[in-house]
């Protein structure tokens, strides 16, 4: 039997009806992705030596060469878009899982248990509390063990808060804040980053699914000796130094191997950098920012590198946009 054309017409247009994406919105959202990494160190001493209004010491400067540094990476990304800044730090310390700051806004006064007499911060940061639950949602099912933060009265840490000033003291983008899983203590550093290496993978997908920009920062050192006094002026530079030649030699091979685009090597020498250096990755944050990145074999842009009480520090950038697909 043969069909009318109209008929014929109405079975075409059910048969393309049927094959519409039931949620046709996804196609108009843009993809979302990694603008750019960083290696975002998070000493006190540097925002004492800023004299913020947010601090209440006040100092006469120091530790420029990092200073400087974080002015140029904040300048290397002031034209480059982004919705969102993603941060792990190595002093939110949780034993069960990895936790999320699960709540729109955090307020209150952070004071440093070590250095009090530098660090006593106003903070008032607000949350992208819908990516922290994405990515949280995401490791979940992968099978990690995670956990929002929804306590109103809980004290952010002082990394996190360092990290944040110094990479953004206008404090106009909401945050992702992500605990560092100390697996390091109770099990090995090896296990430490293979849990951070799934979990930046994790980061980055849910990243894309969500059709934001990011940036991603790594709180953390590179080498972790620390003096055992203080000087009696702290910011005082002509006391400053890296605690010894093993911690020097250490990191300038890491700091190698980032400027010349070897972030697998990175990966591959991190449990015994942690253990030869104190490095401060053992908190998970290198490891994960690495693998949040695809493992780069690009060169990354070395802003700064400076010590403060022993310990070596790095401002690093991995410039993502000028490596994307397409670009020039």
């Not at 196609?27 to 998070?42: F, R």
């Not at 991603?216 to 080498?223: D, E, M, V």
């Not at 022993?310 to 020039?328: D, F, I, L, M, R």
């Amino acid at each position: 039997m043969s069909l009318s054309l109209g008929v014929f017409n109405s079975k075409i247009i059910a048969l393309a009806e049927s094959d519409k994406d039931p949620n046709p919105l996804r196609h108009d959202m843009a993809k979302g992705k990694i603008v750019a990494g960083c290696i975002a160190p998070h000493p006190p001493h540097l925002v004492y030596a800023e004299n913020p209004d947010q601090n209440e010491p006040t100092s006469e400067g120091g530790w420029e060469q990092l200073r400087w540094g974080y002015e140029r990476l904040r300048e290397s990304l002031s034209e480059i878009e982004h919705d969102v800044i993603v941060i792990l730090s190595p002093h939110w310390q949780t034993y069960v899982g990895t936790h999320f700051l699960g709540l729109e806004n955090f307020q209150s006064l952070s004071v440093d248990p070590v250095f009090p007499n530098l660090f006593r911060y106003h903070y008032d940061l607000n949350i992208d509390v819908e990516l922290a639950k994405q990515i949280h949602d995401n490791a979940e099912k992968a099978g990690l063990a995670v956990k929002m933060m929804e306590n109103p009265d809980f004290r952010v840490d002082y990394g996190t808060i360092t990290t944040g000033h110094l990479f953004n003291p206008k404090w106009d983008k909401p945050l992702v804040v992500i605990s560092s899983n100390r697996s390091t203590d109770y099990y090995s550093a090896e296990v430490m980053q293979e849990m951070m290496i799934e979990l930046g993978r994790i980061t980055r997908e849910t990243i894309e699914e969500s059709g934001k920009k990011a940036v991603i920062l790594a709180s953390n050192s590179l080498s972790h000796r620390h003096f055992t006094t203080e000087s009696e002026i702290p910011e005082d530079m002509s006391k400053e130094h890296i605690a010894s030649h093993a911690m020097h030699l250490w990191d300038m091979r890491i700091i190698d191997y980032i400027r010349s685009g070897q972030t697998q090597r990175i990966l591959d020498e991190m449990p015994e950098f942690i253990e030869q250096a104190i490095a401060e990755s053992d908190g998970g944050g290198l490891s994960w920012l690495i693998s949040a990145l695809d493992t780069p074999d690009y060169p990354a842009i070395l802003h700064g590198y400076g010590t403060i009480i022993g310990t070596g520090n790095a401002v690093v950038e991995w410039p993502c946009y000028k490596h994307e697909e397409g670009s020039q």
